[in-house]
Every structure is written in structure tokens, then in C-alpha cells.
């Protein structure tokens, strides 16, 4: 059995269980350089931007330009998010599809890419996500002794 404990008898199959690490703020990086997987039929990108200086700078995405659906996070007005759907069915977004991308912004901003599958595209069961990078730099003093 599949991890999202597969049941033949039930119609679904889209994506698999899994597990991402989240980037906090202070490890979010200015520019990312990262992959999706050419198997999947489904490729949505994350991505969190954080208010600095009054003002949310933009986060450009190689294939579309400027990411624009942002929504708020919560009530404090510090954090956005969006969603940035690459692939469908296995069919590009614009001029977006599964492969090599980079991300950009005058700011850090966080971006974690996700991939599934689906009965109806003969890939049911499966998934895949993970962060697209992150400064992995002291951000506190604590010692480990």
C-alpha cells in the first residue's frame, strides 16, 4: 500500500502524504534556483514575502514575472503569501512548466515547491515538496554543550 493508505475500492489518488520543513523568515534567501520534477502532472510553487520598511517588494518568478495574487497571513500585515500554480494535468501555465526556475526579489522571501499526482493522469499516490532553499546561518545565541 501506498503511504496515503492506498484502498482500491475509493476513487482519489491525488498526491501522497508527505512532510516539508518550514524555512523561518530569518533563513529566507533574495534568490532561489531550483527544480520540479518533469513527472509530475501537478507543480504549485509557495511563496512567503515579509513587510520590510513599510513595503512588500515583488517577487519575480523566471517564467511569469511578478508573482500578484499575494493574500494576507493572519492580521499583522507583516507576512503574505502566494500560490503559484506551474502545471496542470501535466499542461504549462503560460509560459510556466516543470524544470529549472529562479526566483528573485530585493528582499528575503521564502518558496517551497510542491508536486503531485493523480488517478486521472495515470499517477495517482504520489507527491513530493520541499523548500527551495534557505540561509542556514546562526539566527540566536544558543549553545549546544
Not at 493574500?71 to 496542470?88: E, F, M, N
Not at 527551495?132 to 540566536?140: D, H, K, Q, R, S
Request: glycine residues 12%; negative net charge; hydrophobic residues 35%.
Amino acid at each position: 500500500p501506498a503511504g496515503s493508505d492506498y484502498d482500491p475500492n475509493w476513487v482519489g489518488g491525488w498526491g501522497d502524504p508527505d512532510f516539508v520543513p518550514l524555512v523561518p523568515p530569518p533563513q529566507y534567501l533574495s534568490h532561489y534556483v531550483f527544480f520540479t520534477d518533469v513527472t509530475y502532472p501537478f507543480t504549485t510553487l509557495t511563496v512567503v514575502r515579509q513587510q520590510m520598511n513599510g513595503q512588500f517588494a515583488d517577487v519575480t518568478l523566471d517564467c511569469m514575472g511578478p508573482i500578484t495574487n499575494w493574500q494576507p497571513v493572519g492580521s499583522s500585515g507583516q507576512y503574505q503569501i502566494a500560490y503559484v500554480k506551474l502545471v496542470d494535468h501535466f499542461n504549462a501555465q503560460g509560459s510556466c512548466n516543470n524544470g529549472v526556475h529562479t526566483m528573485d526579489s530585493a528582499t528575503p522571501f521564502g518558496v517551497w515547491v510542491w508536486g503531485w499526482g493523480s488517478e486521472d493522469t495515470s499517477t495517482g499516490w504520489v507527491s513530493y515538496g520541499y523548500p527551495a532553499g534557505e540561509g542556514v546561518l546562526p539566527i540566536n545565541n544558543v549553545i549546544i554543550m
